[in-house]
């Protein structure tokens, strides 16, 4: 019943900002963990951040560790990733995910959104 789409990718020089945002719509949307993910072409799918249910917990990659900040607002039914500082290397195409009993750094999640680029010029 769960559907997250991602939205705010796109083109951004390097230092800047951008703010991406994962819509969930479903009934048990206030009561899952949220995180993102992302996947650069020829690369892996990796782990970025996860925020929990409350909202009270977040992990971050050391990658993104001080420049990223995941967020998530309940009562819209919105997760958010701000993205400050970027780089090169963050060009990726940037996923969205949760699930009701999983809070992790894997890709165990149950649901995911369908991924939204993000191009970071030098």
């Known amino acids: 019943q769960v559907q997250l789409v991602e939205s705010g990718g796109g083109l951004v020089q390097a230092g800047g900002s951008l703010r991406l945002s994962c819509a969930a719509s479903g009934r048990s949307v206030s009561g899952y963990a949220m995180a993102w993910f992302r996947q650069a072409p020829g690369k892996e799918r990796e782990f970025v951040a996860a925020i929990s249910w409350s909202g009270n917990n977040t992990y971050y990659a050391d990658s993104v560790k001080g420049r990223f900040t995941i967020s998530r607002d309940n009562a819209k039914n919105t997760g958010y990733l701000k993205m400050n500082s970027l780089k090169p290397e963050d060009t990726a195409v940037y996923y969205c995910?949760?699930?009701?009993?999983?809070?992790?750094?894997?890709?165990?999640?149950?649901?995911w959104g369908q991924g939204t680029q993000l191009t970071v010029s030098s």
């Open positions: 995910a949760g699930d009701t009993a999983y809070y992790g750094v894997g890709l165990r999640y149950r649901h």
